[in-house]
């Protein structure tokens, strides 16, 4: 494909609603991490796939936050009872490499998420 | 945990002045750094890593470990340099550890 997909772009949600934000990675890669970037902050760390398994969810900010990628390939981010500070843009990105340091990250368009 | 400092938020520069974007970090180990760049309406993109010591798009960055810092440099900036730089520092290769961690970002203007 064209690179790392994200659906959707955008997303209002009324809090208190569950949302489930999709991310399509370069066909073969490996690696997938799900980031959140808050207006005017850095993207921060959320989770980590390798294939299917999820080696890393330590930046999960609560248990209403669940991420999943079945079949090694999409992924699946879900918030459920959405909350005011869930509001914020949602990167995906992946990598070729299962070693992290040796390759480059592909970043996804993100989704813009507005939880009123 | 490690942090990584970017202590502008913007900068702003003339079209063919030299360009420094700062980062500074605090991590115990020997990390690895990087520079990704976010053009508008584009998605975050990497731009180099300390590993490779390349120049890109005129670019270069020193690992300095005394001072904890990977400054961005550029000789003589270009109008399509106006983008927003982010210094990203993941923990010892090989350690395990997969997590990017970010500073806050420096919007970098040039002037035409």
């Known amino acids: 494909g064209a690179g790392v997909s994200q659906s959707p772009r955008y997303k209002v949600a009324k809090r208190g609603q569950d949302v489930a934000l999709r991310c399509d990675p370069i066909?073969?890669?490996?690696?997938l991490f799900w980031y959140q970037q808050a207006l005017g902050q850095g993207p921060e760390f959320l989770t980590y796939?390798?294939?299917?398994?999820?080696?890393?969810k330590s930046g999960l900010p609560s248990d209403r936050f669940f991420a999943e990628r079945p079949e090694g390939s999409v992924s699946t981010l879900k918030i459920q009872r959405t909350q005011q500070e869930d509001s914020a843009v949602y990167l995906c990105?992946?990598?070729?490499?299962?070693?992290?340091?040796?390759?480059?990250?592909?970043f996804g368009s993100g989704t813009q998420l507005s939880v009123l | 945990a490690q942090r990584v400092t970017q202590p502008e938020k913007l900068l702003s520069v003339f079209k063919g002045a030299p360009v420094e974007l700062k980062c500074n970090y605090s991590?115990?180990?020997?990390?690895?750094l990087f520079w990704y760049v976010q053009y508008s309406r584009q998605r975050l993109q990497l731009l180099l890593r300390h590993i490779s010591r390349e120049s890109i798009k005129g670019f270069t960055a020193d690992l300095n470990k005394g001072e904890t810092s990977f400054h961005l440099k550029k000789p003589f900036a270009q109008e399509e340099d106006s983008a927003m730089y982010y210094c990203a520092l993941i923990p010892q290769p090989g350690a395990g550890s997969y997590q990017l961690t970010f500073g806050k970002g420096t919007k970098l203007s040039v002037i035409p």
């Open positions: 066909s073969g890669h490996v690696s």
């Open positions: 991590y115990s180990g020997s990390p690895e």
């Open positions: 990105a992946s990598s070729l490499a299962r070693d992290r340091s040796n390759e480059k990250l592909f």
């Open positions: 796939f390798q294939n299917e398994a999820q080696l890393d």
